[in-house]
């Protein structure tokens, strides 16, 4: 539980006070405070530099257990991801003191480059984040989150931001549901699995969730997804998430890539992380969470979920190299590689949304290529689009949530690297160069009308080492970057 109080720092009691601190700038307003950062800047371990730490027991003047100094660094660099970190960090470490309750001094609006809103949002959501283990498959726990987590404000800003707090603990526990979905291993998430888990929160919801079996996807000639899913014993499921308050007139269409485990199919990956390849449905997760979290905060307009969920595996029956299949829009595809597998369960499921429910705007999310984590590094999606709106959007929402963005481009001539001998196109470029482009370009012939926008998360969806407000593993990238996106789209 977080949650924004204003109490007297002279009387309160608690197990652990958290102080942010700047190394040249006071930002805090509060006496007590004042003299007690002087103290802790009186020892030479801390002068408030970023990362900065320092822990004081049993002060005269508070009545706190342990005073936490955690340094910012300089003031003008303090923005709003300095204070996430700070947060999710200060989280941390007293989950591993075994705390159960802190209370974070949050800093004077004043004295800091920021607005009220956004210090909270940051340090809101740095808190919450960074309070998220994922434990479920240890016999033995370590450790528990916190129970409590309260920030310390002025009585107005309490009162003034208490729905603002409400809004970012409901986008957080949806990030949450697309962490554990990701860290969750591929034996307990095959397609059927991982369809009812999602079924399960969305209904909760009060979403419109639609399961096809596979009798349903060949009776809907879904041929793309089936050959991907024809491989393996665990049969595929297509789940569709409907949001459609009263009276709205735009829609949105999110499809996201499902894929529970990606062997690479007939064209096998090296055994090197192949582990890892249970991230290849993250895009699924983090559009079924955006539902989710769109759902509960009363999002005004239409948004639909389109999830394809398969694993693709090697076997008796897998689609081979060299295959032709005829895809759910008529087009057929020459299956040049099983392992570019995510292009041909989305093509299908973004030439259904793109027919049935004609979007304003389509916006897909799918660790789609290794290309685009060879060009961007790890920790940027790459972003396709022929709207500069649509893509410059993203890139700011990329920037305000810090789940950071780069546009990428779709040169009409490199379309010539997707022609097939045989079939109306080949699923894999004739060439290794581009790969992230030209991947990009062959979902670009299956979305129909709409504004439409290609989201890699191959890169910034999972990380095998923590950070400072993720722990190991998915991230649940997306999430927070698609509610603040849509907000956004028809603002
Ligand atoms: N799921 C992978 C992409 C991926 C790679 C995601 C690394 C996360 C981290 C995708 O299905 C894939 O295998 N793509 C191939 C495409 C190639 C065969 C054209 C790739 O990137 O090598
Ligand atoms: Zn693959
Ligand atoms: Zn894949």
């Known amino acids: ?105 949050v800093p004077a609006p004043e004295k800091i480059n920021l607005t009220t809103q956004e210090i909270l949002e940051a340090l809101l959501e740095g808190a919450c984040l960074g309070n998220h283990l994922f434990d479920k498959y240890k016999k033995e726990k ?40 990701i860290n969750t291993p591929p034996n307990d998430k095959i397609p059927e699995r991982f369809s009812a888990s999602i079924a399960r929160l969305a209904r909760k919801e009060k979403l419109k969730v639609t399961i096809w079996k596979e009798k349903e996807l060949k009776q809907k000639k879904f041929g793309a997804m089936l050959a991907v899913a024809a491989g393996s014993r665990n049969k595929p499921r297509m789940v569709i998430l409907e949001h459609r308050p009263k009276g709205a007139e735009k829609t949105i269409v999110l499809v996201g890539k499902g894929v529970t485990f990606d062997s690479g199919g007939i064209n096998l990956k090296p055994s090197a992380s192949m582990e890892d390849m249970k991230l290849d449905m993250s895009g699924a997760a983090a559009v079924a969470a955006a539902l989710i979290t769109l759902a509960k905060l009363k999002f005004k307009f239409n948004v639909v979920g389109i999830i394809p969920i398969v694993e693709n595996m090697p076997s008796g029956n897998a689609s081979r190299p060299g295959d032709i299949i005829q895809s759910y829009a008529g087009k057929t595809v020459e299956i040049g590689n099983t392992d570019a597998e995510g292009r041909l369960i989305l ?39 022929y709207d500069a709106q649509l893509a410059e959007a993203i890139v700011s929402s990329g920037v305000k949530t810090y789940e950071r963005c780069w546009r990428m481009p779709l040169p009409e001539d490199y379309k010539e690297l997707l022609k097939s001998n045989f079939a109306d196109l080949n699923n894999v470029s004739s060439t290794r160069y581009g790969g992230a482009i030209t991947a990009a370009l062959f979902l670009s012939e299956f979305v129909g009308e709409s504004r439409w926008a290609h989201i890699d998360i191959a890169g910034p969806a999972y990380s095998k080492k923590e950070s400072a407000y993720c722990g190991a593993g998915g991230t649940g990238f997306g999430v927070r970057l698609l509610c603040d996106l849509l907000a956004r789209i028809f603002a």
Not at 148 to 171: E, H
Not at 350 to 379: F, H, N, S
């Open 1 to 105: 539980m977080i949650n924004l109080v204003s109490l007297d720092l002279k009387t309160v009691t608690a197990e652990a006070l958290v102080v942010p601190v700047c190394e040249d700038k006071e930002i805090h307003d509060d006496e007590t405070l004042a003299m007690l950062i002087d103290k802790a800047k009186a020892f030479k371990e801390f002068k408030g530099e970023k990362g900065d730490q320092v822990a004081f027991y049993n002060q005269p003047g508070i009545n706190v257990e342990r005073l936490i100094f955690e340094g910012l660094g300089k003031l003008e660099k303090v923005d709003m991801e300095a204070l996430r970190a700070m947060a999710g960090k200060a989280v941390k470490e007293s989950i591993k003191k075994d705390l159960s309750e802190i209370l974070i001094a």
């Open 142 to 181: 370590k450790h528990k989150p916190l129970k409590k987590i309260n920030l310390l404000v002025k009585t107005d800003v309490a009162k003034a931001y208490g729905r603002l707090s409400s809004r970012i603990k409901t986008i957080c526990q949806g990030t949450v549901f697309a962490r554990d979905w």
């Open 347 to 385: 093509i299908d499921a973004m030439a259904y949304g793109a027919k049935t429910y004609k979007p304003d705007v389509m916006i897909d999310l799918a660790t789609l290529t290794g290309a685009c984590v060879v060009a961007l590094g790890e920790k940027f999606a790459g972003i396709f689009s």
